[in-house]
């Protein structure tokens, strides 16, 4: 089945610098890689998701990248805000969504 | 919040009863999912459901059962048999059309 690494497990920020987390994932036919937030003792929304047939996907501050041949795609934070400190969890789908093992971002003032 | 709810909130048992966590939609969704969150782990997949009255294991099945006798509704119940049920529990649905998956506020366990 699919398998899907996330790296780091924690990351420290300074306010306004930028924040990557990368994942790999195992199963070429994967086609979806959404992104979650986690706030504390919260659900997970959706933050920005790509398909496999796209490159590389831009919301306001956050951009998703996808690199089909290497089976690896990030998600980029840029000018972090002290509201960005939460968890980020990476997802492939094939079939079904398999989460990776989620990151702690924290953004200091 | 996606017109998910799940119920209760938190939820606390003995050892060796069973317990049944809610969780409905009324977002017109076909498929249904529950997860399990532990400290430190992604979200695992316990059981899934397509298609009202059709349901397939997860990653993680052992232990839990589910029925899906209408669309809006995937119960989850924790048996005896699952040795290690204190978790955050998070229910999920997505429509046909779409990969998103939309979730609910989650169920906190704690059996003691």
């Known amino acids: 089945g699919e398998n899907v690494e996330q790296h780091p497990s924690t990351l420290s920020v300074q306010e306004g610098d930028s924040a990557v987390i990368k994942c790999t994932y195992s199963d070429s036919a994967s086609n979806y890689f959404p992104w979650y937030k986690q706030e504390l003792g919260k659900r997970p929304q959706l933050i920005i998701d790509i398909r496999s047939n796209v490159g590389e996907k831009k919301d306001q501050r956050i951009a998703v990248t996808l690199n089909k041949t290497a089976k690896h795609f990030s998600l980029h934070i840029t000018e972090t805000q002290p509201e960005d400190s939460a968890v980020y969890f990476c997802a492939a789908h094939y079939g079904k969504l398999t989460f990776g093992q989620g990151t702690i971002l924290t953004v200091h003032p | 919040d996606g017109g998910i709810t799940q119920s209760p909130k938190y939820l606390f048992r003995k050892e060796g009863q069973n317990v049944t966590l809610s969780c409905e939609q009324n977002?017109?969704?076909?498929?249904m999912y529950w997860y399990r969150q532990d400290p430190g782990q992604g979200l695992r997949l316990i059981y899934y459901s397509q298609i009202v009255n059709d349901f397939q294991k997860g990653d993680i099945a052992e232990g839990y059962s589910v029925s899906r006798e209408k669309k809006e509704s995937f119960p989850l119940t924790v048996t005896s048999a699952q040795k290690n049920p204190t978790a955050f529990y998070l229910c999920?649905?997505?429509?046909?059309?779409?990969?998103?998956?939309?979730f609910g506020p989650g169920t906190r366990l704690t059996v003691t």
């Open positions: 999920a649905s997505r429509g046909t059309n779409n990969y998103e998956q939309y």
């Open positions: 977002l017109n969704h076909d498929a």
